[in-house]
C-alpha cells in the first residue's frame, strides 16, 4: 500500500543523492550488502533490549534499499541479477530483525516468541506469492501489510515498547495480505468462461459455426469434389 504509493515519489527525490553515491564509487550491491549488515545489528539491538536504538537501526536498514535502485541507474548496472540480488538480501534482513524480536520476548519471559515467527513465515509466504505470480506472468502487487508497512510498524512497536499488540497487528494484517494475493493471482489464472463448446438453437453448432445438414452432405456427388481437388 505505501510502497505502492510513495516509493517512487521517494526515490525520485533521493536521485540527487543515488547520483552522489554513485560519484564517490558507492555501487548498488554495496548498499544492499550494508543494509544486510545493519539489519544484523538491529536485532543484536532488539535482542539486548535496545529498543529505541533499533529504531535507528531500522532506518538505516531501510535507506540502502531504497537508494540502491538509484545508484544502479546511475551506473547502468540494473538488471535480473541485481534485483535477484536485493530480493534474497531483504528476506534474509527480514529474517535477522524478527528473530532478534523473538529473543527479545523470550529473555523477557514472554511466550509469544512465536508470533514473531509467525509474522515472519506469512512475510516470507507473501513475497513468495508476488515472485511466483510474476513468474507466471501475472501481478500480485500491493496489499494493507508489504515490507515497509512492516518496517513502519515495527519501528513504532519499538520506539513505545508495544511490541505485542503492534505483532499481533501485523499478524493480522499479514495473513489478510497474504489471503488477498492469493485471490488476485487465482482469478487471473481463472479461465473465463465463454459457452464455448455449447449447442446453440439457432442450428450452430460447437464453436459457433453453421451446421450443414447431413442430407445436403449426402447428396452432393463425389465427383464434384474430386473436380474440385478436394480428394
Not at 513465515?121 to 507466471?136: C, D, G, H, K, T
Amino acid at each position: 500500500m505505501l510502497d505502492g504509493r510513495w516509493r517512487a515519489k521517494v526515490e525520485e527525490g533521493l536521485e540527487p543523492v543515488g547520483k552522489g553515491l554513485h560519484s564517490i564509487g558507492v555501487t548498488a550491491d554495496a548498499l544492499t550488502i550494508f543494509g544486510l549488515f545493519a539489519a544484523l545489528g538491529t536485532a543484536a539491538l532488539i535482542a539486548n533490549g535496545n529498543l529505541l536504538l533499533a529504531v535507528f537501526g531500522l532506518i538505516l536498514t531501510g535507506l540502502p534499499d531504497i537508494l540502491d535502485g538509484s545508484v544502479a541507474r546511475q551506473s547502468g548496472t540494473a538488471g535480473n541479477r541485481g534485483a535477484f540480488f536485493d530480493s534474497v538480501c531483504d528476506r534474509v534482513a527480514d529474517g535477522f530483525i524478527f528473530v532478534g524480536v523473538a529473543w527479545y520476548l523470550t529473555a523477557q519471559g514472554s511466550d509469544l516468541a512465536v508470533l514473531a515467527m509467525a509474522v515472519l513465515a506469512l512475510s516470507m509466504l507473501i513475497s513468495y506469492e508476488r515472485a511466483r505470480a510474476e513468474s507466471l506472468g501475472y501481478s500480485a502487487r500491493g496489499g494493507l501489510m508489504e515490507r515497509l508497512e512492516r518496517t513502519v510498524l515495527l519501528g513504532i512497536g519499538l520506539a513505545f515498547d508495544i511490541l505485542v499488540p503492534v505483532l499481533w497487528v501485523m499478524l493480522v494484517l499479514t495473513a489478510i495480505t497474504a489471503v488477498h494475493r492469493f485471490v488476485m493471482v487465482w482469478r487471473q489464472a481463472t479461465p473465463p468462461s465463454n459457452g464455448a463448446g455449447t449447442k446453440s438453437r439457432g442450428g450452430r453448432s460447437r464453436g459457433g459455426k453453421p451446421r450443414i445438414a447431413r442430407s445436403h452432405r449426402a447428396r452432393r456427388p463425389r465427383r464434384l469434389s474430386r473436380v474440385s481437388g478436394r480428394g
